[in-house]
């Protein structure tokens, strides 16, 4: 009898469906919340808000093993509950979201200091929420897979999403390249920095170069890692540097990767739609400089560091200078040396 | 005989005071550009305003610096033209064979040093050095300002030359200055702490015997110790 049992337990579990995991006191909600997909309430705006939970879904989610009804809707200790009086859909998103700070404490914060929450603390409350972006029942893992970063985004960010996916780095991603960055690489997931007033574009070297000086991955396409080395020696860099470090209010913006090579447009340098290209060049220092003509470019030495062949008056100048310096630093030092020697000698 | 012989205008007072103000602030503005990763140079811009106060100053100083150094290139061939004043800046063969005699003074192959004119070989080098790096700083820092005015007549890469020269040459610049001037018109034993003749005008008759003995015999008009480059006596006024 006790061997009949045991083979049917393990009959059960090798039999077992996705959902089989629930814990047990599920069953209690979802007598009522999984039978009937149709089930809903109406709210006072007129929405109808649907409270029918599938097992299914919720079973596969990354929840579905782990937590209870009652862990998220906390205020349902009994059985009849009463209804919250919501006014509409988005209401009842407001009031749960806060729910997944008692787990998810660190990402919570995080949102507190993000974009979405600064507009939402505004009024506007269409901005994203968890689970606007992660869902309820149904969560997922955000990144499983990496494109579905980008088109979660999509779903309020449309207009953007599709400049990106027309990039060399959107192109990549959705053919399944590992490489190259979805929307959060850049503007990271919970604590997204306005873009509007400046702060981010002043970051780009770093965001950049995080991948743009990985010799590793970088070797796979061809590209130079000196790219970010190369624009802080210049005008701009030394500039953007300054400019980014100051406690004081910025007036001025010198450019940065973006300003250049475009934000979500970006394109090989060698794209004739790339703003890199020599032959769209001008126009992009026209953004900055308004009387830029057509030398102007070779202004910028392209991310190429001097050699006798690639600008070569500035690479001999560099020389002249590495030459002159200490030779007349170490001749004067010399002297005053000598000069002091021969004080004491005469004492 | 007072003690003291007047060495230099009033003009030449001014302008030495004019070019150590705008030489400071060039600095102070100036280096924490080249060295922009360091903290310091982030607190030296912040003290200024942050980098586009700092760059303001630094353009004005830049500005001072050429009007100045226009004014005193004027000023001097004007007097000269008038021959109001001996062309006692100018190298001469003597220049190179002081500094010879001096090292090797210095080394111990001599007795003493030579004897020097008005200004001796290392105030003359100093004073061309001034000269070339002005001009040099003035010209690559016009570029940086105006870079799309320049790109208009000649080529591009002139900018990226002309930061690399302003940067080098104002460190240069600026460590010539702080070890050689401040060694000569401070540290040096002979004037330790403070060398004053530059401020007052004036300098003791001690030193213009030590230091100057061939213009001091041609002030007091013994032209046989001062050999034959002494002519008649005009003041300075270059």
């Known amino acids: 009898m006790r061997r009949a049992l045991l083979l049917v337990t393990l009959g059960a579990l090798w039999a077992a469906p996705a959902w089989a995991g629930l814990p047990a006191e599920q069953d209690d909600c979802l007598g009522c919340h999984g039978s009937d997909p149709a089930m809903s309430m109406d709210l006072p705006s007129g929405e109808k808000l649907a409270v029918f939970v599938d097992q299914a879904v919720f079973g596969k989610s990354v929840h579905g093993e782990i937590l209870r009804c009652t862990d998220c809707h906390t205020e349902k200790t009994a059985y009849p509950h009463d209804s919250k009086p919501f006014a509409s859909k988005r209401d009842v998103q407001v009031a749960y979201y806060e729910q997944c700070k008692s787990c998810h404490f660190s990402n919570y914060t995080k949102t507190l200091d993000g974009v979405h929450y600064a507009v939402m603390a505004k009024g506007n409350r269409k901005a994203a929420l968890c689970v606007d972006c992660h869902g309820a029942h149904d969560i997922q893992r955000a990144s499983e897979p990496r494109t579905r970063i980008s088109k979660t985004c999509a779903g309020c960010h449309g207009p953007v999403y599709q400049v990106y996916s027309a990039s060399v780095h959107g192109r990549e991603a959705d053919a399944g390249n590992p490489d190259v960055p979805v929307c959060t690489d850049c503007h990271r997931a919970h604590d997204i920095i306005d873009p509007a007033n400046g702060a981010l574009s002043m970051r780009t070297p770093e965001i950049c170069g995080r991948c743009h000086t990985n010799e590793k991955m970088m070797k796979r396409y061809g590209l130079s890692t000196k790219v970010v080395d190369t624009y802080l020696k210049d005008f701009h860099g030394m500039s953007a540097t300054l400019q980014r470090g100051t406690t004081k209010v910025r007036r001025s913006f010198a450019a940065v990767c973006t300003d250049c090579h475009g934000v979500h447009d970006i394109q090989k340098s060698s794209d004739p739609t790339s703003h890199t290209i020599q032959a769209n060049l001008v126009q992009t220092c026209r953004k900055c400089h308004p009387d830029a003509t057509k030398n102007f470019p070779q202004a910028w030495l392209s991310h190429y560091e001097p050699t006798p062949q690639k600008a070569s008056l500035v690479w001999m100048i560099q020389v002249f200078y590495k030459i002159l310096i200490p030779f007349m630093v170490g001749g004067l030092v010399l002297q005053i040396a000598l000069h002091l020697w021969r004080v004491v000698v005469n004492r | ?238």
């Open chain 2, 1 to 238: 005989m007072s003690t003291y012989i007047v060495r230099f205008t009033l003009k030449q007072r001014i302008e030495h005071v004019l070019t150590m103000v705008v030489f400071t602030l060039l600095c102070l503005t100036g280096l924490p550009q080249k060295f922009y990763g360091s903290g310091w140079a982030q607190r030296l811009v912040d003290l200024f305003g942050g980098i586009d106060s700092a760059r303001w100053i630094h353009r004005f100083c830049g500005w001072a610096l050429l009007i100045s150094t226009l004014f005193h290139f004027y000023s001097a061939i004007f007097t000269i033209a008038q021959k109001k004043t001996r062309l006692s800046m100018i190298p001469t063969r003597k220049d190179f064979e002081d500094a010879v005699a001096t090292l090797r003074y210095y080394l111990g192959l001599r007795d003493h040093g030579p004897k020097y004119d008005r200004y001796d070989y290392k105030q003359k080098f100093e004073y061309w050095g001034l000269v070339v790096g002005n001009i040099v700083m003035v010209l690559t820092g016009l570029i940086l300002i105006y870079p799309t005015a320049v790109a208009r007549f000649l080529p591009g890469q002139l900018v990226p030359a002309a930061k690399v020269a302003h940067s080098n040459e104002g460190l240069m610049a600026f460590l010539v200055i702080t070890i050689w001037h401040v060694y000569n018109a401070h540290l040096n034993p002979d004037v330790f702490p403070f060398d004053t003749g530059i401020f007052t005008g004036k300098i003791s008759r001690e030193r213009m015997l030590h230091e100057h003995p061939l213009e001091l015999a041609r002030i007091e008009g013994r032209a046989d110790e001062a050999g034959e480059t002494v002519g008649t006596h005009v003041r300075d006024v270059g």
